[in-house]
């Protein structure tokens, strides 16, 4: 028997000595506010909690280790301190997604009992455990001082309330999340609930000659073992292409390491993963084609139809060889990115129930409930309406939960076997198994005249988009049409190809390809300004675009570009600074290129006091949801309503990807239209006697054009975000301040807004710096979290961000999305700082070096 005490109640423990604290508290307690986030790798810090007075990880704290332990959680937080921190980190806009700060307040607690006025590198050194995806950290320092300061002064924190547009209120849940109240999908708990586990391939590409699950089939604990042929619809799967099989059958050639072999449900998730370890596989191991030049030339097929997944290929304003003939300057050179995890801090988790006849309700944290439905609906054979897709706000996911993974395999054995079921990825199952950020190699020439202003533009460019096309094809296209970044290019020639490998799939992260050209575009211009003798903020200035200008694809820009104004809101600090790196970025909102955007949304008038916004968007830690309730409360002024938010596809309220930076925008226009419904029907009566009614508002934008098309009026995307970013070095040479200035057009709320900027500096900087996500022939190098290089407190910089305010003029407010844009500059004026630092330019990412 162990004995201690948790949250000052006695326990006496009987059970096994070797299972983690994390487990027993979740599982066997039911406190959830720890969070498994690293799956015990001691990488993250979301499970931190306090053991005698001590932080401790419990996830690699034994029970064996708790004898005369006194263990605190927040749950046994003393209620006046819990409400002050929390409120603390809410205030200062400290909690985005929140799966990591109940890990955060308890290593606070413990802090400021030991140091009521922390420093900020004090503040730094005592969170240097806790991983952050989201916020960058400044927030996070900005409410351990708030919190401190409010202890010491006896004074509450007091959280703002209800207000419209460009006003700080609280982040919709935000308090119920930090301190473990609000569930994410891990945490959720129903009656008879079993598990599932999957069996992953061994091989990145091998021909499956048998698969035996006898054993695992005998082991006590299991209710069934599910292969291919146990799939009632269609197996295969894809945000746009259906190439990706859900299960590999018997007799099939696996893709990649991530590919699913066959799945386990089980009486509980450790019964289900050890039943998933006898499953025997037999294979005639084949040799992978890793490098996409090689896989280009078909020796080994990836797919049937060939390697090359999608092109995009266009040329304007001129002979392109004529162009740089009569250029006075040119540079040229070839850039190469790498892959990248999204590492978002919750791994992909869902659960399936029945529901009426032949039905299954889905709890999906995914970026499209839509698309979930109807890929689900797919899977099992039966018709949309069988399927609910419910979202449950998720723990980050920056692209990379736009893809299904666990949620079709829940589904399928929710359905068969009329149970509810958990799956679960692991941490080393979800770097495994979902898309990163593509590599990209990138051949790069551009031109100017002898007054330093551009004149051609070539660039040919391959990304790596490993064994499913996910939404690779569509990344090399949004490649392709930024490929000039935020400047003007008279003439211009790109041909941008997405080929299959036997690598990791690639698919959507934050930026979208932009990242990866803007990179090179922007180490082309400060090569270029050098060859001028010209300064690299006129020279930019001079080039960027304005309205009347031409982005890459030909599309005329009209109203509501920012990106010059971004730029003069720089000059002085740039003036100032000894080694400063610029970089400008342009990124569109909305898929564009074609392609419909849309959005409905719906007001449900519940009573004078309540109503529901009924929304098909998710909620990822950007703050959707709060700022469709800002909106709200602007068009109607019902300041003293309550709202709750709600997406789940049972409404019937229409909403696509939570993608391409265009939740705010699509969403924005379509409540704005419900709300004047509402308050057409408010200047004849008052709220109360419209209880039980609903407004519906939709938008729609169904005149783009992809490039290539020879049409007149020629537009790529409704709108564009702008950006201008400057990193500054030390005399050492490491990243001392980042001065990022974005064009929100109309900023909904200020503190949301710096938090998104800040955060998305920090994972440029780590794009730039550090993060890798490392294969070996098509096998992961490492499956540990604290290998992706990933950055912590310790190498924060100071973060500057600069709003600048140039309406959109079909946005909300005039509002520009600002989701992705945040890092899209960010790693080439890194690269463009340090050449002003040691004169060496560089031409591949990451730098392998620290930050500061």
Request: with cysteine.
């Amino acid at each position: 028997m162990i004995a201690f005490t948790l949250n000052g109640t006695s326990i006496s423990y009987k059970g096994d000595e070797n299972l983690c604290l994390l487990t027993w508290l979740r599982e066997d307690e039911n406190i959830v506010s720890p969070k498994n986030g690293c799956s015990g790798q001691g990488a993250c810090g979301a499970c931190l909690i306090e053991i005698n007075g001590k932080p401790a990880l419990s996830c690699k704290t034994p029970m064996k280790k708790l004898q005369g332990s006194q263990i605190i959680t927040i749950e046994g937080f003393d209620p006046e301190l819990k409400d002050t921190l929390a409120k603390a980190f809410v205030k200062k806009g400290a909690v985005q997604c929140g799966f990591c700060t109940p890990g955060f307040l308890s290593r606070t607690k413990i802090l400021l009992e030991q140091n009521t006025s922390p420093s900020e590198s004090e503040i730094k050194k005592a969170l240097q455990a806790n991983l952050c995806r989201c916020t960058g950290y400044t927030k996070i320092i900005e409410a351990v001082l708030l919190a401190a300061k409010s202890l010491k002064d006896k004074k509450k924190v007091v959280l703002s309330g209800n207000g419209g547009v460009g006003e700080d209120i609280s982040k919709h849940d935000a308090y119920k999340t930090a301190i473990g109240e609000r569930p994410f999908i891990d945490d959720m708990r129903f009656p008879d609930m079993v598990y599932g586990a999957l069996r992953f391939s061994d091989h990145p590409r091998a021909r499956i000659l048998n698969i035996q699950t006898d054993e695992a089939e005998k082991y006590p604990g299991v209710i069934q073992v599910f292969t291919a042929g146990d799939i009632p619809g269609d197996r295969m799967t894809g945000v746009i292409h259906q190439d990706w099989p859900v299960m590999v059958k018997k007799g099939e050639t696996t893709r990649y390491i991530g590919d699913v072999l066959a799945g386990v449900v089980a009486i509980d998730e450790p019964t289900a993963r050890k039943a998933c370890q006898l499953i025997k596989v037999e294979y005639e191991v084949l040799d992978p084609v890793v490098d996409p030049i090689e896989a280009l030339k078909n020796k080994i097929k990836v797919h049937d139809k060939g390697n090359l997944l999608a092109i995009t290929k266009f040329s304007r304003g001129g002979n392109i060889d004529k162009a740089f003939n009569s250029s006075t300057h040119i540079v040229s050179a070839q850039y190469k990115t790498q892959l990248v995890e999204h590492a978002f801090l919750e791994t992909e988790t869902a659960i399936a129930r029945p529901f009426e006849d032949e039905g299954v309700q889905i709890y999906t944290q995914s970026q499209g409930i839509y698309e979930d439905r109807h890929s689900v609906a797919s899977l099992l054979g039966v018709p949309k309406e069988k399927v609910i897709a419910t979202l449950v706000p998720c723990g980050g996911a920056f692209g990379g939960k736009e893809d299904l993974t666990v949620q079709g395999h829940a589904a399928l054995f929710s359905f068969l076997l009329k149970k509810t079921v958990k799956v679960r990825l692991s941490r080393e199952e979800s770097i495994r198994m979902h898309v990163k950020r593509h590599p990209f190699i990138m051949n790069y020439k551009l031109g100017c005249d002898k007054k330093g202003m551009l004149t051609a533009l070539c660039a040919d460019i391959i990304g790596d988009t490993g064994a499913y096309a996910s939404l690779g094809g569509e990344v090399l296209n949004r490649a392709a049409g930024h490929a000039a970044g935020g400047y003007h290019v008279p003439v211009v020639d790109v041909v941008s190809k997405a080929v299959y490998t036997n690598n990791l799939p690639a698919g959507a992260m934050r930026g979208f390809g932009v990242n990866q050209v803007t990179f090179a575009m922007e180490c082309m211009m400060d090569e270029l300004c050098e060859k001028v003798k010209c300064d690299p903020w006129q020279f930019r200035f001079d080039n960027a675009l304005k309205k009347g200008s031409m982005t890459a694809t030909g599309q005329v820009l009209g109203d509501g570009v920012g990106l010059q104004e971004t730029l003069i809101s720089l000059k002085d600090d740039y003036k100032k600074e000894k080694f400063a790196g610029l970089a400008l970025g342009i990124k569109n909102i909305g898929f564009g290129n074609g392609l419909i955007d849309e959005s409905e949304a719906e007001i449900q008038v519940v009573s004078e006091k309540k109503v529901i916004i009924h929304h098909g968007w998710t909620e990822m830690g950007q703050g959707v949801d709060t700022v469709a309730k800002q909106i709200f409360y602007d068009v109607t002024g019902l300041k003293d309503v309550d709202i709750d938010v709600v997406s789940s596809t049972d409404s019937e309220v229409i909403g696509g990807a939570t993608t391409a930076s265009r939740g705010t925008f699509l969403l924005g226009n379509s409540l704005i239209l419900a709300a004047q419904k509402l308050n057409k029907d408010l200047k004849t009566t008052d709220l109360s006697k419209l209880a039980g009614k609903n407004y519906k508002g939709r938008w729609c934008c169904d005149w783009t054009t992809r490039p290539g098309k020879d049409i007149k009026d020629f537009q790529t995307h409704f709108a564009y975000g702008y950006a201008a970013q400057m990193v500054c070095l030390d005399d050492e040479g490491n990243v001392d301040k980042v001065i990022a200035a974005h064009d929100a057009g109309c900023v909904i709320n200020p503190n949301m807004f710096e938090g998104q900027i800040q955060g998305a500096v920090m994972m440029g900087l780590g794009y730039a710096f550090t993060e890798k996500l490392e294969l070996e022939n098509g096998y992961l190098k490492s499956a540990k979290m604290i290998k992706l290089g990933v950055s912590k407190i310790k190498s924060m910089p100071e973060i500057i961000v600069k709003a600048v305010e140039v309406k959109d003029p079909k946005g909300p407010f005039g509002a520009k999305g600002v989701g992705e844009i945040g890092l899209v500059p960010t790693a080439p004026a890194a690269i463009n700082a340090l050449y002003q630092f040691d004169k060496k330019r560089r031409y591949e990412l990451p730098l392998n070096r620290k930050i500061r």
